[in-house]
């Protein structure tokens, strides 16, 4: 059984046992730490409590009554940056962009395994480095810029490699040899090294979605707010910091969606999208947060489904070691043992976020907990400082989007660090430019909860010497050739037990040397009412609109 009561300090440390979590919290000026929505938890279920919601809802297996409406209203929780996939950034905008666009490869929603997309078929090589793949011939552009073929896969491809390009993703094709057109539905991707992985890599995300050439040079720098793309719906209209509306692309190869049109309402304040929820004003409130109290009362009403990806991604501290005391990990692992993550978990977070045990979250099947234990022992963490010649202690500042302000958790992660001698500030900014910065290198602390499905994207992406910001995604500026020795043996590894010792030797050497801390793996909840059907929020925290329909209803 739940029950909510509101949450404050004492309550806190009551339901979580850390009696030593008390000292000021101080501000510079801030937001969340992770690509997802992010907002406070402000109340507390008993220790009793089960996540809500449902993981995965089926496609319908009995026709429904269709609405005659088929034009759905969503909430939307932030304003979604650039529609380029060459510099997508966060789920808001990878929610739009997924649905306008189409790759070589889907995303099972359930899975998160590759299924084919663009591409019909595939064959690999013995050699596991050749990838031929046979197109689809029935797929068309949006705005009339004709058929799909293989050329646009190469143009696509070819372009994320382009350095002059200089596309955040251009690491994930760093095994890339050449992408070559031999015939109008042909598309052959020849690598340097055998990757067992690759399917993910040409997947419906990012540098995997196809773009057509015509339309890049039409809309030229304006190109991010015009995307054009062969999926199930089209971008008709933005209006800044309002609302997106999407029509239904009679041109896609599967045949046109039921749904006649998406409108997205931007609804920052989560409070406030369930309000526009249950007054009608949207049929879907996408990502509701992590306010507990909401979570409760919307799973427990029975006008609603709430929908969950469970434990899809984890949110990670992020160190520049430029900064003299992040660069030794003793201090690294001070903020590891200093911290407790579990008490936060379960007095704050119990619905959408668990501690964290590797950069991998725990459903891809490579993920191992094998891994080194840092459980809350400020003692510990004390001892390492001043091994580390910081035992007096030092000042960070984490910088953050100020979208949502800082969370309670990361308040009391700050609380907590003060009783060992690091005192975090947190400094606010638009997410824009928190977005420049953390791409750009330009901080001493930030965080980044990165969705994927393909552990690669996150091992090589945060790992690998090639990511290095603001190439790619290692804002730890991390570079050790032995786990990279291990890390490009795992890809080209065919032999899948071997492959997962190699993936557990790389997760062991990260928590290690912790060039990140895992705080939480997070789950994702959107509330809809019961009408809409065939949702199904994916492994990415997103939803493929194409099969959802509105049954008829009062």
């Known amino acids: 059984m739940l029950f909510v009561r509101d949450l404050s300090r004492r309550s806190f440390l009551k339901a979580a046992g850390a009696a030593g979590v008390a000292g000021g919290l101080s501000v510079v000026g801030a937001g969340c730490g992770s690509d997802d929505d992010d907002d ?24 429904v009554t269709l609405a005659a409406n088929q034009s759905l209203t969503i909430r939307q929780y932030d304003e979604p940056g650039s529609l380029d996939p060459a510099f997508l950034f966060r789920i808001e905008a990878e929610n739009i962009a997924s649905n306008i666009y189409s790759a070589l490869t889907a995303y099972d929603p359930l899975t998160g395994e590759p299924i084919p997309d663009l591409a019909e078929s595939w064959q690999v090589s013995p050699d596991g480095k050749t990838y031929t793949f046979k197109l689809v011939e029935n797929a068309y552009w949006h705005q009339d810029f004709g058929k799909f073929t293989s050329a646009d896969v190469k143009y696509s491809y070819d372009r994320i490699l382009d350095p002059a390009t200089k596309s955040t993703y251009r690491p994930e094709f760093n095994n890339v040899l050449s992408v070559e057109a031999p015939t109008e539905y042909t598309v052959v991707i020849n690598l340097k090294t055998p990757d067992v992985n690759f399917l993910y890599q040409v997947g419906n995300y990012h540098q995997g979605q196809i773009v057509k050439k015509e339309a890049i040079a039409k809309y030229g720098d304006k190109y991010p707010r015009n995307p054009v793309g062969t999926g199930p719906f089209e971008l008709v209209e933005w209006v800044a910091n309002s609302h997106m509306l999407l029509k ?19 609804i920052k304040d989560t409070a406030a999208a369930e309000t ?27 006008r609603y489904v709430l929908h969950k990806s469970e434990d899809y991604a984890n949110n990670l501290w992020i160190f520049n070691p430029d900064y003299a005391p992040l660069a030794d990990p003793r201090v690294r692992q001070a903020f590891a043992y200093g911290t407790d993550s579990a008490a936060i978990s379960k007095a704050l977070t119990p619905y959408t976020a668990k501690p964290a045990k590797s950069i991998l979250p725990p459903f891809m099947p490579v993920y191992t907990d094998e891994l080194p234990a840092y ?29 949502t302000g800082a969370s309670d958790d990361l308040l009391y992660r700050q609380s907590q660090l003060e009783q060992i001698g690091i005192k975090l500030e947190f400094e606010l900014m638009e997410t824009a430019i928190w977005n420049q910065r953390r791409n750009g290198g330009d901080y001493q602390i930030t965080g980044r909860l990165y969705p994927a499905v393909n552990p690669d994207t996150l091992l090589f992406g945060y790992l690998h010497p090639d990511n ?49 801390v895992p705080m939480a793996t997070s789950t994702v909840y959107w509330a809809a009412y019961p009408w809409v059907k065939n949702l199904v929020v994916d492994k990415l925290a997103a939803v493929n609109w194409y099969p959802v329909q509105l049954e008829e209803h009062a």
């Not at 239904?248 to 931007?266: D, I, Q, S, V």
């Open 40 to 63: 406070d938890a402000t109340s507390t279920p008993g220790e009793a409590a089960t996540r809500p919601g449902v993981s995965g809802q089926a496609t319908t297996a009995a026709p």
């Open 248 to 266: 239904g692309h009679k041109g896609y190869y599967k045949g046109a969606p039921t749904l006649t049109e998406l409108r997205f309402n931007l």
């Open 276 to 302: 526009a929820l249950s007054n009608g004003e949207v049929a879907v409130a996408m990502s509701i947060g992590r306010n507990t109290e909401i979570i409760d009362r919307l799973g427990k009403s029975n």
């Open 375 to 403: 459980e809350y022992n400020p003692t510990k963490a004390k001892e390492l400082l001043q091994q580390a010649g910081y035992g007096g202690g030092f000042s960070v500042k984490q910088i953050l989007t100020s979208t």
């Open 468 to 516: 290095i910001v603001p190439k790619g995604l290692n804002g730890a500026k991390y570079n050790n050739p032995a786990l990279t020795a291990k890390l490009e043996a795992a890809r080209a590894e065919l032999n899948e037990e071997k492959r997962k010792g190699l993936y557990k030797e790389v997760q062991k050497i990260a928590m290690d040397e912790l060039p990140y």
